[in-house]
C-alpha cells in the first residue's frame, strides 16, 4: 500500500510558474524504482511527464516539458518535485504522481500506484 501527498496545483498564467511536490509514504516490504509525474486530462489517455530514479540522480523529462520543466528529488528519496515554468493552456490537466521507472520511462499501470492527483489550470 502506498499513500501520496501532493500539492502545488492550481491556477497560473500563460508564461506563469508552478511547483509541485508529492511524498509517498510506502508500507513494509514495498520498493520502487522511481517517482515522477504523469498527467491526464479527463476523457484522454495518460501523459508521462517526468520521472527520478530512486537510486540515482538519473531523469526523464517527455519532450513537450524539456526546457520547461524541471523534476527534483526533495529532502529524501520519497519526495520530489516538478518545477514548471513557461506554462502554457496547453499543459492544463490533472498531474498525478506515480511510481516510474526512469530506464524505461514508463509509470506503473497499477492505479493503487497513483496519487489522486492535483489540478493544474493554466489561464489568462
Known amino acids: 500500500q502506498l499513500q501520496f501527498v501532493e500539492s502545488g496545483g492550481g491556477l497560473a498564467q500563460p508564461g506563469g510558474s508552478l511547483r509541485l511536490s508529492c511524498t509517498v509514504v510506502s508500507g513494509p516490504g514495498l520498493r520502487h524504482s522511481g517517482l515522477g509525474w504523469f498527467r491526464q486530462v479527463p476523457g484522454k489517455e495518460r501523459e508521462g511527464v517526468s520521472c527520478?530514479?530512486?537510486?540515482?540522480?538519473?531523469?526523464y523529462v517527455a519532450d513537450f516539458a524539456a526546457g520547461r520543466f524541471t523534476v527534483s528529488r526533495g529532502n529524501d528519496e520519497k519526495t520530489v518535485h516538478l518545477q514548471m515554468s513557461s506554462l502554457r493552456p496547453s499543459d492544463t490537466a490533472i498531474y498525478r504522481c506515480a511510481l516510474c521507472d526512469v530506464p524505461s520511462r514508463t509509470y506503473t499501470p497499477n492505479s493503487e500506484y497513483w496519487g489522486k492527483g492535483t489540478q493544474v489550470t493554466v489561464s489568462s
Open positions: 527520478v530514479s530512486s537510486k540515482d540522480d538519473s531523469t
